[in-house]
């Protein structure tokens, strides 16, 4: 196979299929940096930042949402490009990957949001049970009296 050969539209659908078949983007590395509008964002660094954090402040949040809707806006680009631009199969393949990288930094950067509110949960739960473990010892001296 040559390098400059043409991605054909069998090529197109494989990757595209592949791309958004279920967890096709585990064991892919997110980018170590990505060229956004705003700049160029150490990508993986940013989102192992948001992962370890023990709580989120407001401009966490915001700048995760950010991100998020950057990336998002970026992979659209990227499958519309993969679509019907004019690329080598190298091109094609080069680009499918970079798809699966940026689907995975989403999913990572969605599993930021979804972690807090588990560990927002847990920390209601185990409150609650105090909670609870007042009530029914006030309760039990009611009983004695």
């Not at 592949?18 to 956004?36: D, N, Q, Y």
């Not at 023990?54 to 680009?77: C, F, K, M, P, Y």
Request: proline share 1%; net charge positive.
């Amino acid at each position: 196979m040559m390098n400059d050969e043409l991605l054909t539209d069998a090529d197109r659908r494989r990757c595209e299929t592949k791309l958004h078949r279920l967890l096709s983007w585990v064991g892919t590395e997110i980018p170590a940096e990505i060229h956004l509008g705003c700049g160029d964002i150490p990508l993986r660094d940013t989102i192992y930042k948001f992962l370890v954090k023990d709580a989120l402040t407001a401009v966490d949040e915001g700048q995760i949402h950010r991100l998020l809707q950057n990336l998002e806006e970026s992979e659209l680009i990227d499958e519309e490009r993969l679509k019907h631009a004019s690329l080598t199969k190298k091109e094609g393949e080069g680009l499918c990957l970079e798809l699966a990288g940026l689907l995975r930094a989403i999913m990572d950067l969605k599993d930021v949001k979804v972690l807090r509110q588990k560990r927002l949960l847990k920390k209601r739960g185990k409150h609650h049970k105090v909670e609870d473990i007042k009530r029914w010892i006030s309760y039990l001296k009611e009983l004695k009296k």
